[in-house]
């Protein structure tokens, strides 16, 4: 059910030109439903293609805010490893500066 709410959220996203308004509206939506539970985030996460985690990279920041979570990082970290094309590192040490 989580996985399937979250992947409808991106599937939205994705039909978006990134210069679409609603974009903000959809980046809420991912942002709250994946800073409710961290298992069930970091879950979904591990699973996420590699254009969802493109589409995820977005709410990075928001996200690590929220969960305020090293697990979650560490996470990001070891895709950064797993998908080196799509450049997160930057995006990480973003949303690693957002935790307190």
């Not at 974009?23 to 991912?30: M, P």
């Not at 709250?32 to 699973?47: H, K, W």
């Not at 979650?72 to 500066?97: F, G, M, N, Q, T």
């Amino acid at each position: 059910m989580f996985n399937e709410q979250v992947r409808a959220i991106l599937g939205a996203r994705a039909l978006l030109d990134d210069n679409d308004p609603r974009i903000e509206s959809k980046w809420e939506e991912l942002t709250e439903i994946l800073s409710r539970d961290e298992n069930l985030t970091l879950g979904f996460i591990q699973v996420c293609t590699k254009t969802e985690l493109m589409f995820l990279s977005e709410v990075f920041e928001e996200i690590a805010y929220n969960l305020q979570s090293k697990r979650y990082i560490e996470l990001l970290y070891s895709l950064d490893k797993r998908y080196p094309d799509l450049d997160l590192k930057r995006h990480i040490e973003v949303a690693e500066s957002y935790m307190d």
